[in-house]
């Protein structure tokens, strides 16, 4: 088909469109352009491209960003030292990569300090991709672009950042973190552009950018840090936590969101005396608030609570809730809460006092799949009730 021909099929597509719209049939050049991202029923797309499992749930998609939180020490850049390995080495503890050739990675790293970034590529990742005790004969330099900028700039970190995607085309970038290609986290418009710039080189190089940045305080899953932080809640396809069990030495990963999945297993892993991580168990403790105070599940009386939503057949004293009846009460009939907005009213009709506790409580709904969490219009984190299953 000739230029003039598909030129001719788009303008006529274009016509009858504003013709069944009931609208003029004036096609401008604001039309046209419009009309490139329309998206219909017969619209060629190509199926979205995963880089690894984790427990059998696709991840790390090509052409789009991906994040990694949680609160400082909890084990984030071990994660993507885990993923560096799992370029290399088939599967790394449950993260498993898709393909069966090895993957090329970029490892934008501004933070730590050169000698830490060599001995994490060497002494950490290097001792990740022995398989069955039998070391390569040399370091696959060839899968790593190990780049350390913390001597640099946020312009000019964004710059390299830039170059080295379009130079070397991996198949996934992590960048540890984002928070120092900004001199400002908390400028709306400057997280924006930054977000919109690193969807662009992800979607036209087809890899992968995997984000660091830390939670707030709060400790709250998906309060990420600063105004770029609620920017990559809304840019992001998924959001990874990472976690200490408080007083262990046992780690933990979640897939805390997803706009294609859900998983409700969560990854804990220890290292052993070689940097090696291993799978765990979750370790048999008391939790304990963000001030590092027990939580005693044996002070938990569920007398106090409004009775109306206790399950009397509960099986878990600690949690006794009707979790569907307490949660559909508090919708009352609206299709999405903010995250806020609903914990208020959660616990003004049970009767919780406690916020910590409550998050319990959102956690079992959630994983008994009666509400998730999704990214409202704004980008502002809300939850939405599930229909039962």
């Not at 949680?70 to 885990?82: A, E, I, N, Q």
């Not at 005790?133 to 370091?139: I, K, Q």
């Not at 924006?192 to 984000?211: E, F």
């Not at 599940?297 to 307490?326: C, G, H, M």
Request: proline share 4%; hydrophobic share 35%; charged share 25%.
């Amino acid at each position: 088909m000739s230029m003039t021909t598909s030129m001719d099929s788009a303008f006529d597509s274009i016509e009858e469109a504003l013709q069944h719209a009931g609208e003029p049939t004036t096609i401008t050049d604001e039309i046209i352009e419009l009309d490139e991202d329309r998206v219909t029923s017969e619209t060629e797309v190509s199926d979205e491209t995963f880089l690894y499992r984790l427990y059998g749930t696709p991840c790390f998609p090509r052409c789009d960003l991906s994040t990694i939180t949680g609160l400082p020490k909890t084990g984030k850049t071990f994660l993507t030292s885990m993923l560096m390995a799992c370029g290399v080495k088939r599967k790394v503890l449950e993260f498993e990569r898709i393909r069966e050739e090895p993957l090329k990675v970029l490892w934008f790293d501004t933070e730590q300090s050169l000698a830490t970034t060599k001995r994490i590529l060497t002494n950490r990742v290097g001792k990740m991709i022995v398989e069955d005790g039998v070391e390569p004969a040399s370091f696959p330099d060839a899968q790593y672009y190990v780049f350390n900028t913390r001597k640099r700039t946020p312009q000019e970190r964004l710059n390299r950042l830039t170059v080295a995607i379009e130079t070397y085309k991996p198949d996934i970038c992590i960048l540890d973190g984002i928070a120092d290609l900004m001199d400002d986290i908390n400028s709306g418009p400057s997280s924006i552009t930054l977000m919109q710039q690193l969807l662009t080189l992800a979607s036209n190089n087809k890899c992968n950018i995997t984000a660091i940045i830390h939670l707030n305080r709060s400790g709250e899953k998906l309060n990420l840090r600063g105004w770029i932080g609620s920017v990559m809640l809304q840019k992001s396809y998924e959001v990874f936590n990472c976690d200490n069990v408080y007083g262990t030495h046992t780690y933990s990963i979640d897939l805390t969101f997803s706009r294609q999945f859900f998983l409700d297993q969560t990854l804990y892993y220890a290292i052993n005396d070689q940097g090696i991580p291993y799978t765990a168990t979750k370790p048999n403790v008391q939790d304990r608030d963000n001030n590092g105070k027990f939580m005693r599940k044996e002070t938990v009386n569920s007398n106090k609570f409004n009775q109306e939503f206790i399950d009397p057949n509960a099986t878990d004293q600690y949690l006794p809730w009707n979790f569907r009846k307490l949660f559909t009460a508090a919708f009352d009939g609206a299709a999405m809460l903010g995250f806020d907005d609903l914990a208020k009213r959660v616990n003004e009709l049970g009767g919780i006092k406690q916020k910590q506790y409550y998050y319990k409580v959102f956690a079992e709904a959630e994983r008994q799949r009666i509400v998730q969490k999704v990214l409202n219009g704004s980008g502002r984190v809300a939850v939405q009730q599930l229909p039962p299953m």
